[in-house]
């Protein structure tokens, strides 16, 4: 199993080192960490970041696929070279090698690049489909989900929730459809009610894509959370029950501290993350767990 890291997607808000602690200039630097795994089952994608159509059709009609509002708040820097479908083909492979995408969730920053790959099957909570396709009640809920980009996908696999034995005290969906038993999803609701994080046993340790559970590097491997003050108030905006967010964001920290070798945690959108993971190259060597 080869496991690419991949960014799909920046975002240049405003605001700098409060949202990033590390730029200098007035704009951050905010990723979209993906990834794409090699198996003996085809390609699998976890998130999609941003899509053609959203690089190619930004400001389509009155219900475009993100919203004026996202797009002026974030500064997105909609580029086609950073798709995932355009990057997968810079590695070879064709958009139809992709036979199964994961979704932590289906925020419009997560969920752009679905109907890039048609071919292929994507897995997500039940939860997380039910809140993106039914009744869009209030402002985060209309901007965050964009049934556009996503009314095309032919191919749902929809997991109502945890089974079979649990990951490190967590629940964990095992036996995903079509995947290797390799691969789970752990669900990690708060910042929406469908959130999940997707880990992946590589061989040498666990990977845990934690998506938006949290933001910021500060936030876990060390005993006290520190979080960027725009970052910390995005979480806010746009959580859908804080205590659970918050509760699964310590359990995650603890687990960051005690299974140091054994388990990498990442999220979705911090660029010191992503580019540790990435220096390491397609295959992520850790050390056993002792």
């Not at 090699?38 to 970041?49: A, F, S």
């Not at 920053?109 to 897995?123: I, M, R, S, Y």
């Amino acid at each position: 199993m080869r496991i690419h890291h991949l960014n799909c997607g920046t975002d240049c808000p405003l605001g700098g080192a409060l949202y990033d602690g590390r730029s200098h200039g007035l704009h951050a630097n905010i990723v979209c960490h993906c990834l794409l795994i090699e198996t003996n089952e085809g390609l699998v994608l976890v998130d999609t970041g941003y899509g053609l159509k959203d690089v190619l059709r930004p400001h389509d009609g009155p219900n475009p696929r993100i919203t004026r509002f996202m797009r002026g708040l974030l500064n997105i820097q909609l580029r086609a070279q950073d798709t995932a479908v355009r990057q997968v083909e810079a590695l070879g492979f064709q958009a139809s090698d992709v036979r199964h995408i994961l979704l932590t969730h289906l925020d419009f920053d997560h969920a752009g690049g679905l109907e890039d790959f048609p071919n292929a099957t994507v897995h997500v909570m039940e939860a997380e489909f039910s809140a993106a396709t039914g009744p869009r009640r209030g402002f985060v809920a209309r901007n965050r989900y964009r049934p556009r980009q996503f009314d095309e996908v032919k191919a749902w696999r929809r997991y109502a929730g945890p089974n079979g034995e649990p990951w490190f005290g967590f629940g964990a969906v095992r036996a995903l459809d079509g995947l290797p038993p390799e691969i789970l999803m752990v669900p990690l609701a708060g910042h929406t009610w469908g959130h999940a994080g997707i880990a992946i046993d590589t061989g040498n340790g666990w990977l845990l894509h934690a998506g938006d559970a949290y933001f910021y590097r500060g936030e876990v491997r060390q005993e006290t959370r520190e979080c960027t003050p725009a970052l910390r108030a995005y979480q806010a905006i746009m959580e859908v029950d804080r205590q659970q967010r918050l509760a699964n964001q310590a359990r995650l920290r603890q687990l960051s501290l005690k299974q140091v070798d054994s388990v990498r945690i990442f999220c979705a959108h911090d660029a010191v993350e992503f580019e540790q993971n990435a220096a390491r190259g397609a295959v992520s060597p850790l050390h056993k767990a002792g």
